[in-house]
Structure formats: C-alpha cells, structure tokens
C-alpha cells in the first residue's frame, strides 16, 4: 500500500532552520505532484509549497524566500527546508502526493510532523 512517512520536525527558535522529509513507499514519485500542507491549532489546513514532476514549484506566500521544496525521485524523497523560522510557522505539516488525471482517486497524506518555533 501507499505510506507517506514525514520526518524532521521538532523545536527550533525563532530564526533557525529545519529541514523536513517526506519518504514515499507504493508509488512512482515522478508520476506525482508533491506539496507540504500545514495545520495550527484552530485554523485550516492551508498549502505551504508544491512541487510538480517537471519540478516547477508554488509557495504560500508566507514561506516565500524562506522555504524551498525539493525531490529526489530515485529516493521516492521529497523535502522541504525551512529557514529564518517564526513562531506562526509552528504547526502540523503534511507530504501530500497527488497523481495527474485521477480526480482525487490517487491522493495520498502522510501522518504529519511537529513543527514548533518558539524561544
């Protein structure tokens, strides 16, 4: 079966750097498009960067010039690093995969890990 397993969180402080993993099992990586989403106690849900196969990549425009997606498909690897970290950062962040053409029938999530950015 598909497994997403994220990696890296933890605490930093303000203005330090993580760098997160997404490892993927039971897919062609190269086949999917690939984002980080991220969740904070009460709000929603929201995209933080996307990566296409081509390797085109969108950001929120919070994490603009701070974050950067990145994959390496012979790892089935997807990454994000994140610098000059604030506190609103903090939050659950999520690999997400989804296949081209499927309509929602190939969209995979991973269990999410703890990112949290305080003094």
């Known amino acids: 079966q598909v497994q997403l397993v994220e990696s890296g969180g933890g605490l930093v402080q303000p203005g330090g750097s993580l760098r997160l993993s997404c490892a993927a099992s039971?897919?062609?990586?190269?086949?999917?498009?690939m984002g980080w989403y991220r969740q904070a106690p009460g709000k929603q849900r929201e995209l933080v960067a996307s990566i296409t196969g081509g390797g085109s990549t969108n950001y929120a425009d919070s994490v603009k010039g701070r974050f950067t997606i990145s994959r390496d498909n012979a790892k089935n690897t997807v990454y994000l690093q994140m610098n000059s970290l604030k506190p609103e950062d903090t939050a659950v962040y999520y690999c997400?995969?989804?296949?081209?053409?499927?309509?929602?029938?190939?969209?995979?999530w991973g269990q999410g890990t703890q990112v949290t950015v305080s003094s």
């Open positions: 997400n995969a989804d296949r081209a053409a499927t309509w929602g029938r190939r969209n995979y």
């Open positions: 039971g897919i062609i990586l190269s086949l999917y498009a």
